[in-house]
């Protein structure tokens, strides 16, 4: 079984509608993270959480909000989509070694 | 502020050849580095890290990096490329003392031509 899954995998929705991408993780990590990736642009930070009462924003969180429901997991909302917030999305985890791990991905496609 | 620069965005190499990925990083102190691989339609995996120590790190699937201070870069070699190895690589780099905030750079596709 994945350490770090994501649901759902793929998404398509239309501009303003509300959409939440959710990672769940098994390994008992403290520290969650979500990141967009777009082609020639690499991976962008846009929340982090070092634990369910720490959340911080990233490099991009305009138009994003999150929340950490528990140790395991780490939701990511969009509150009113818009078409360039069309992009893939990681989840990813840390523990006490700072490595982090990465989920499989959502790809969103926003009409 | 860090930053990551990867100027290589596609690289076409034969199999069996040697290979090396170029990473430079821009910050005053020495940075905690990583090298991700990310298959067509997958996440991105952990290839090597460096923290301290040794500046020749070893890898997965025979990946090795070696950070040279002077030249602020952390490259990515392999003596002898694979057909699967094709994929994009992404150096990434972090704060001392705190991995949690990672910079990655835009990334190399890794084209294999048998």
């Known amino acids: 079984d994945a350490d770090v899954t994501q649901t759902p995998r793929n998404r398509i929705t239309k501009t303003g509608k509300r959409i939440m991408l959710e990672c769940s993780q098994t390994?008992?990590?403290?520290?969650m993270y979500w990141y967009r990736q777009d082609p020639g642009l690499g991976l962008r930070l846009i929340y982090y959480?070092?634990?369910?009462?720490?959340?911080n924003k990233g490099e991009i969180s305009d138009g994003y909000s999150v929340s950490r429901q528990a140790q395991a997991k780490f939701s990511l909302s969009l509150e009113s989509a818009i078409p360039n917030q069309t992009a893939l999305y990681f989840c990813?985890?840390?523990?006490?070694?700072?490595?982090?791990?990465f989920g499989p991905g959502t790809r969103l496609t926003v009409l | 502020a860090q930053s990551v620069t990867q100027p290589d965005i596609h690289i076409t190499v034969s199999e069996g050849a040697s290979l090396e990925l170029r990473c430079n990083y821009s910050y005053g102190a020495t940075p905690y580095l990583f090298w991700y691989v990310q298959s067509p339609g997958q996440g991105l995996q952990l290839l090597l890290k460096y923290f301290s120590g040794d500046t020749l790190v070893q890898g997965i699937k025979g990946f090795e990096a070696e950070f040279k201070r002077s030249q602020s870069s952390f490259n990515l070699r392999k003596p002898s490329v694979h057909w699967s190895d094709a994929a994009e690589y992404f150096c990434a780099v972090a704060y001392t003392g705190t991995a949690s905030k990672l910079t990655f750079g835009t990334g190399t596709r890794l084209q294999v031509t048998l």
């Open positions: 990813a985890t840390s523990g006490t070694t700072d490595t982090q791990y």
């Open positions: 959480s070092f634990d369910v009462k720490d959340i």
């Open positions: 390994k008992g990590h403290d520290r």
